[in-house]
């Protein structure tokens, strides 16, 4: 049985390991994707007791949203929470150029072919994927209060916000969730946000908990990427190595805990107090097992420490 939390001040019971879905789709980021994989993982997921599910208008433009509709038709509606994502604006066809539009109207108009595309009646939590600082915090509020009010969405919240972001946001509304990067490797969150996420019980659904697979300590720092991992600072020159080789350190700590570096990475993410769940981008039924296993134990206070100190 999954480990499961109630989302923050919301009524969501989650599980604490969240799917992450960007991977669903086959575009510059993640160039192949093998949907009956994926699909099998989907299934694997809600076996588990995996109930949670994030996805964005963005991945793959709209793609990925359909992707997901798709393969859980058929599964009672109350078996699984959605998580979805507004901000990027097409100014053509999904997939032309955009830009990003927290106003109210994109707001309204996207929800609905958003939930067109999920084949669903109601997103549990939507998110403002970044902030817009075109946008005053009231409008957007106002949309995101007036989808709740029509039982379009459950809940509301916001990814990539600062502090300060957050602070503006909920003078005008109820953002109950924040979805911030934060993994062993990256914890800026734990320098502001995670205070503020804490003294309003803010749900945190961080991502990137892997670094896109650094974590999992299957790199030896010689690789080259043609994914989104050919773009990102943690995988090029000596940073690579500097990264591959903390991992190692992560990897022994694992060895002696009988868990692997993926599992321990994922719950030394999971144990900071601010942190209710951690997004897991997956692409295979074997993956979704494995991060389901950082589910369900803990780490003790010393290993907890050395952990991060093991990261430093
Ligand atoms: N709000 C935002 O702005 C934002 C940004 C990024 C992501 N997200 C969300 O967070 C989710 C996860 O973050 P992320 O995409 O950055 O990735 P991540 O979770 O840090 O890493 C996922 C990658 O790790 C590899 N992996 C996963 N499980 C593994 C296992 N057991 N063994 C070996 N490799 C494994 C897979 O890549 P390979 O198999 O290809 O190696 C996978 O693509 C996304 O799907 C999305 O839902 C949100």
Known sequence: MAEMIQLGRTDLNVSRICFGCWQMSANRFWPTVDEQKMQAA?????????????TADAYGDGHAEMLLGRMLEGVPRDR?????????????????????DLSCDYILWECEQSLKRLNTDVI???QAHFYDVLTHPEE?????????????????????????????????????????????????????????????????????TLECGLLTGKFTGDEKFDDVRG?????????????????????????????????????????????????????TPEQIREAAGAMGWALTREQYYDVRAAMA
């Not at 719950?267 to 769940?277: D, I, K, N, Q, S």
Request: glycine share 8%; charged share 25%.
């Open 231 to 283: 773009i990102m600072a943690s995988f090029q020159g000596e940073q690579f190595q500097k990264n591959v080789q903390r991992v190692q350190r992560l990897g022994e700590i694992a060895e002696s805990l009988g868990k692997s570096t993926t599992q321990l990475a994922i719950r030394g993410a999971l144990e900071h107090p601010a942190v209710h769940c951690t997004i897991v981008g997956i692409k």
């Open 140 to 208: 957007t509020a106002r949309a995101f209060e007036k989808l709740k009010k029509d039982g379009k969405i459950r809940y509301y919240g916001a990814s990539n916000y600062n502090a300060e972001h957050m602070r503006a946001a909920n003078r005008f509304g109820h953002f109950d969730t924040l979805q911030p990067r934060y993994n062993l490797l990256d914890r800026a969150f734990e320098e502001e946000l995670a205070y503020y996420c804490m003294a309003e019980n803010i749900g945190v659904l961080c991502y990137s």
């Open 124 to 126: 549990d939590l939507y």
């Open 80 to 100: 699984y929470i959605l998580a979805d994502k507004v901000y990027h604006h097409w100014l053509g066809e999904p997939g032309s150029k955009r830009v990003g």
């Open 42 to 54: 989907v299934r694997e997921a809600l076996e588990l007791g995996v109930n949670f599910f994030d």
